[in-house]
């Protein structure tokens, strides 16, 4: 019993803070540059899925591959790490609280992005940076495209200190409580961000901007790629873990339930950070010079990441079971039935947690070792990540947004607006599953991913891709049409919805539930086996790369570059 | 008798998660699917 005592800490009641209106002022700054970056976007797809069709030209000289940056960079970069950043500061504004100079820091933060947003969002206009998302080397970019992204980086972290801050000043004042779950959660995603990024900072800072600048002649092609990876793949961790917030903490208080498990939550968050970073190998296992034995490794450390996602999958059944029991279901599936499913705050994450069953099926297909070579650099690689970015991620944050941006502008989520959105996540599912099934199949088929409108000079195979790319564009359409749709609801819900009140929805602990070990908040030992796994899966691999690379690469400015 | 009441109670508490235990079955069947499929594919070409 003594024992028990030691090793657990108290259980607390669920924090819920008043968010004062200088602090919504700040959370909507970055949400509303989320959503100016949805219609810029999405706009941007719109076009890449015309003229793929072969019907259609773009106008005034623009280049396909201009327009298919702004749509990466925008979407991929601006449009999530924005929302995320916003989404971070509601959950810690609301479980931990702000202070007046946190809030400053914070607003430093918000504007270092900007400044760093509008330098790379000008080169890209200026057609001096239509190096895509990835702006793999030798593709060269002007410097300012380089310098804005970092800046872009660079204010990330200090939100993300800011958001450390927060949680070591309310643990100061609360010694001895668990901190709670989703501060705990952003916090992880924080850590994880600021050491994936390190990665990407280190490549931009030490061999872009000076080869860009022309001071360093050549360029360490395969180090630069390595090192983008090293972000790229935690990256797409940093988008999804948010989601996973609302799904832990927020959905089962939406639906009327209790949270499954606090600890389970908490231990699927960590097992992420431990094993979302040392995996960047299996974006390149068709790359030559690294070897063979190192992508082994990493592709095995890519598998222990399903433990979570399927530990997650495990809760929410068991959370919508529960409830739905409770309720009054019976049978084996009677709790589907009992699911809000009028509710969009509820629908539009669903749709995106269904979209996650096919999204990470393919995602163990794509980083099966040589069973990526059937898929590599193949569209079915954009349908994948249409599938988790671009329905999993977005539909969980437009759900978030329905009830977030009405309650951080004192206005309701009226009837009206909820079936709107009821429509709205209806057409996005509609559009994606016709554009990214296209885009599997078409893959499957052999067709490459990021390139314009071609025939190839007329090869048999080709024939058979045209009907696909048309049935992307008609999904693209659709989709465009279901943005247009979530700019119109945005809007209504920050300057017009009606004045009123709206739940700011955090799930509770069941009455009984165990408490959660107090180990959990040992931070050291979670950053310190993240850096160890790191160390063992990068360090001789890296080593050989900078040893026996062949001499770096001079700038290319064609056919795509500045 | 008395020990059996106590577990019977115990059983009581749990919940039943019989449809979530079908449901996370299904799901590794069609992650097992598809990824035969795709290996299937890799193999014939």
Same mark, same amino acid.
């Given at each position: 019993?003594?024992?028990?005592?030691?090793?657990?800490?108290?259980?607390?009641?669920?924090?819920?803070?008043?968010?004062?209106?200088?602090?919504?002022?700040?959370?909507?700054? /970055?949400?509303?540059?989320?959503?100016?970056? !949805?219609?810029?976007?999405?706009?941007?797809?719109?076009?890449?899925?015309?003229?793929? =069709?072969?019907?259609?030209?773009?106008?005034?000289?623009?280049?396909?591959?201009?327009?298919?940056?702004?749509?990466?960079?925008?979407?991929?970069?601006?449009?999530?790490?924005?929302?995320?950043?916003?989404?971070?500061?509601? &959950?810690?504004?609301?479980?931990?609280?702000?202070?007046?100079?946190?809030?400053?820091?914070?607003?430093?933060?918000?504007?270092?992005?900007?400044?760093?947003?509008?330098?790379?969002?000008?080169?890209?206009?200026?057609?001096?940076?239509?190096?895509?998302?990835? /702006?793999?080397?030798? &593709?060269?970019?002007?410097?300012?495209?380089?310098?804005?992204?970092?800046?872009?980086?660079?204010?990330?972290?200090? %939100?993300?200190?800011?958001?450390?801050?927060?949680?070591?000043?309310?643990?100061?004042?609360?010694?001895?409580?668990? =901190?709670?779950?989703?501060?705990?959660?952003?916090?992880?995603?924080?850590?994880?961000?600021?050491?994936?990024?390190?990665?990407?900072?280190?490549?931009?800072?030490?061999?872009?901007?000076?080869?860009?600048?022309?001071?360093?002649?050549?360029?360490?092609?395969?180090?630069?790629?390595?090192?983008?990876?090293?972000?790229?793949?935690?990256?797409?961790?940093?988008?999804?873990?948010?989601?996973?917030?609302?799904?832990?903490?927020?959905?089962?208080?939406?639906?009327?339930?209790?949270?499954?498990?606090? =600890? !389970?939550?908490?231990?699927?968050?960590?097992?992420?950070?431990?094993?979302?970073?040392?995996?960047?190998?299996?974006?390149?296992?068709?790359?030559?010079?690294?070897?063979?034995?190192?992508?082994?490794?990493?592709?095995?450390?890519?598998?222990?990441?399903?433990?979570?996602?399927?530990?997650?999958?495990?809760?929410?059944?068991?959370?919508?079971?529960?409830?739905?029991?409770?309720?009054?279901?019976?049978?084996?599936?009677?709790? /589907?039935?009992?699911?809000?499913?009028?509710?969009?705050?509820?629908?539009?994450?669903?749709?995106?947690?269904?979209?996650?069953?096919?999204?990470?099926?393919?995602?163990?297909?794509?980083?099966?070792?040589?069973?990526?070579?059937?898929?590599?650099?193949?569209?079915?690689?954009?349908?994948?990540?249409?599938?988790?970015? %671009?329905?999993?991620?977005?539909?969980?944050?437009?759900?978030?947004?329905?009830?977030?941006?009405?309650?951080?502008?004192?206005?309701?989520?009226?009837?009206?607006?909820?079936?709107?959105?009821?429509?709205?996540?209806?057409?996005?599912?509609?559009?994606?599953?016709?554009? =990214?099934?296209?885009?599997?199949?078409?893959?499957?088929?052999?067709?490459?991913?990021?390139?314009?409108?071609?025939?190839?000079?007329?090869?048999?195979?080709?024939?058979?891709?045209?009907?696909?790319?048309?049935?992307?564009?008609?999904?693209?359409?659709?989709?465009?049409?279901?943005?247009?749709?979530?700019?119109?609801?945005?809007?209504? &819900?920050?300057?017009?919805?009606?004045?009123?009140?709206?739940?700011?929805?955090?799930?509770?602990?069941?009455?009984?539930?165990?408490?959660?070990?107090?180990? /959990?908040?040992?931070?050291?030992?979670?950053?310190?086996?993240?850096?160890?796994?790191?160390?063992?899966?990068?360090?001789?691999?890296?080593?050989?790369?900078?040893?026996?690379?062949?001499?770096?690469?001079?700038?290319?400015?064609?056919?795509?570059?500045? | 008798?008395?020990?059996?009441?106590?577990?019977?109670?115990?059983?009581?508490?749990?919940?039943?998660?019989?449809?979530?235990?079908?449901?996370?079955?299904?799901?590794?069947?069609?992650?097992?699917?598809?990824?035969?499929?795709?290996?299937?594919?890799?193999?014939?070409?």
């Amino acid at each position: 019993m003594q024992l028990a005592k030691k090793e657990t800490v108290s259980k607390t009641s669920v924090q819920a803070l008043p968010i004062s209106k200088p602090e919504s002022r700040l959370y909507m700054s /970055f949400i509303s540059v989320a959503f100016i970056s !949805l219609l810029i976007g999405g706009l941007m797809g719109l076009l890449q899925v015309l003229v793929r =069709s072969g019907t259609f030209t773009l106008p005034a000289g623009i280049d396909y591959y201009q327009v298919l940056t702004v749509h990466g960079v925008i979407l991929g970069l601006v449009l999530t790490t924005y929302f995320i950043i916003g989404f971070h500061f509601s &959950l810690m504004g609301k479980t931990v609280g702000i202070s007046l100079k946190q809030r400053k820091v914070a607003w430093i933060a918000f504007w270092i992005m900007v400044i760093g947003t509008v330098m790379t969002a000008v080169t890209i206009l200026y057609g001096e940076a239509s190096v895509l998302y990835t /702006f793999y080397a030798p &593709l060269r970019a002007h410097p300012a495209f380089y310098i804005g992204l970092a800046l872009v980086i660079v204010g990330s972290w200090v %939100a993300g200190f800011v958001n450390w801050h927060q949680l070591k000043v309310w643990k100061k004042a609360h010694p001895g409580e668990k =901190s709670p779950l989703l501060a705990f959660m952003v916090t992880i995603n924080t850590v994880m961000w600021f050491i994936a990024s390190l990665g990407v900072a280190v490549a931009v800072l030490i061999q872009f901007i000076p080869w860009s600048l022309g001071y360093a002649e050549t360029i360490n092609v395969l180090l630069s790629r390595t090192l983008f990876w090293y972000f790229g793949h935690p990256l797409v961790y940093f988008w999804l873990l948010p989601a996973y917030m609302a799904w832990y903490a927020i959905i089962p208080k939406i639906i009327g339930g209790k949270l499954f498990s606090d =600890s !389970l939550a908490r231990m699927s968050f960590v097992l992420f950070l431990f094993f979302s970073i040392p995996v960047g190998f299996h974006h390149q296992l068709t790359e030559p010079g690294i070897d063979p034995t190192w992508k082994f490794i990493q592709v095995t450390l890519t598998m222990m990441v399903v433990i979570p996602s399927l530990m997650t999958a495990f809760s929410l059944f068991a959370t919508f079971e529960i409830t739905g029991r409770r309720k009054g279901a019976k049978g084996l599936f009677g709790w /589907f039935k009992k699911l809000p499913w009028k509710d969009v705050r509820f629908l539009a994450p669903f749709i995106g947690m269904l979209a996650f069953i096919p999204g990470g099926a393919g995602g163990i297909i794509n980083a099966s070792h040589q069973m990526n070579s059937l898929i590599h650099n193949t569209i079915w690689v954009t349908g994948h990540f249409h599938l988790t970015v %671009a329905t999993t991620v977005m539909l969980t944050f437009f759900g978030i947004s329905y009830w977030l941006i009405p309650h951080l502008r004192g206005r309701k989520l009226t009837p009206q607006i909820n079936r709107l959105g009821i429509i709205q996540a209806i057409i996005w599912t509609v559009g994606m599953t016709i554009m =990214s099934g296209a885009m599997h199949i078409q893959g499957l088929l052999g067709a490459p991913r990021r390139s314009s409108y071609s025939e190839y000079g007329g090869g048999e195979q080709v024939t058979e891709w045209i009907g696909y790319q048309m049935a992307q564009a008609i999904g693209g359409t659709i989709l465009f049409i279901g943005i247009l749709l979530m700019v119109y609801i945005f809007i209504k &819900l920050t300057f017009f919805a009606p004045k009123g009140v709206e739940e700011f929805p955090i799930a509770e602990e069941e009455e009984d539930a165990e408490a959660t070990p107090a180990w /959990f908040e040992n931070w050291k030992l979670w950053i310190g086996i993240t850096i160890a796994l790191i160390l063992v899966a990068y360090t001789v691999p890296v080593i050989d790369i900078i040893q026996h690379s062949p001499t770096g690469s001079v700038p290319f400015d064609f056919p795509i570059g500045r | 008798m008395r020990k059996q009441e106590v577990k019977k109670a115990s059983e009581k508490d749990k919940p039943d998660l019989k449809g979530t235990f079908v449901s996370v079955m299904l799901l590794g069947v069609f992650i097992i699917i598809t990824w035969f499929g795709a290996f299937a594919l890799f193999i014939s070409r």
